[in-house]
């Protein structure tokens, strides 16, 4: 049984770059949620996605925007990168709307120079 | 004040003591309460998912909530030092489509042999 997955598990980007990060859910899941946490913190919630479309958002800009594919895969983006988007990044997912616990993947670490 | 507080540690324990790990949050509306395990350079585990107030068990662990202190535990007996970890606390509040779990900062645990 597949967990979560994410690629890539490392990147190393430039300030105003553009990034891009996929997550698979775990086989039976259907909703994707995506979190930063910064080393030492506990993970901060930017958005979630079910039925392709974002649900609910944390307190993030519109710089991060994703996307969910109709296998339930997501993807994050994060525009014009600033030094302080370095962080990892974890994707969760769940089954429906409802009250079923987080799956998380390990992440990808986002180093911003 | 932040929504939920976790004393960070370090906590140092012996193999086989009992592990006492605490949360305490200011928000009444706070129904579902988890403890997750985070692995160095890994995504946090689920351990732990209870709703509202009380103890539950699994195995080694015991996860308590006292909603009218605004106070959640975690026990860990007979401790390991595979349970050498980050834990997390986190919780939500109503049903149905809240995914914005609200995290502490996670508790640095070591177990010596």
């Known amino acids: 049984d597949a967990g979560v997955t994410q690629s890539p598990t490392h990147l190393i980007k430039t300030r105003g770059q553009q990034v891009t990060l996929r997550c698979s859910p775990k086989s039976g899941h259907d909703t994707v949620s995506w979190y930063q946490q910064a080393l030492g913190q506990g993970p901060q919630f930017i958005f979630q996605y079910y039925e392709e479309e974002e649900r609910q958002r944390g307190n993030f800009p519109d710089r991060f925007s994703g996307h969910q594919f109709p296998n339930y895969s997501s993807e994050l983006n994060v525009n014009a990168l600033l030094l302080g988007d370095s962080a990892l990044y974890l994707c969760a997912s769940s089954f429906g709307l409802g009250n079923s616990p987080l799956h998380f993947g390990n992440g990808t670490r986002l180093t911003v120079t | 004040q932040k929504e939920v507080e976790q004393d960070p540690g370090p906590l140092s324990v012996p193999e086989g003591a009992i592990v006492s790990l605490n949360c305490t949050y200011s928000?009444?509306?706070?129904?579902?309460f988890m403890w997750y395990r985070q692995y160095s350079r890994k995504g946090p585990e689920l351990l732990m998912y209870?709703?509202s107030s009380g103890n539950k068990e699994d195995g080694r662990f015991t996860a308590q909530v006292d909603k009218s202190s605004k106070y959640i535990s975690l026990f860990i007996r007979d401790s390991q030092p595979s349970d050498s970890a980050t834990y997390l606390c986190?919780?939500?509040?109503?049903?149905?489509?809240?995914?914005?779990?609200?995290w502490g900062l996670g508790t640095s645990l070591a177990v010596n042999p």
């Open positions: 986190a919780m939500s509040a109503g049903a149905g489509n809240n995914r914005k779990l609200i």
């Open positions: 209870t709703y």
């Open positions: 928000n009444s509306a706070f129904q579902y």
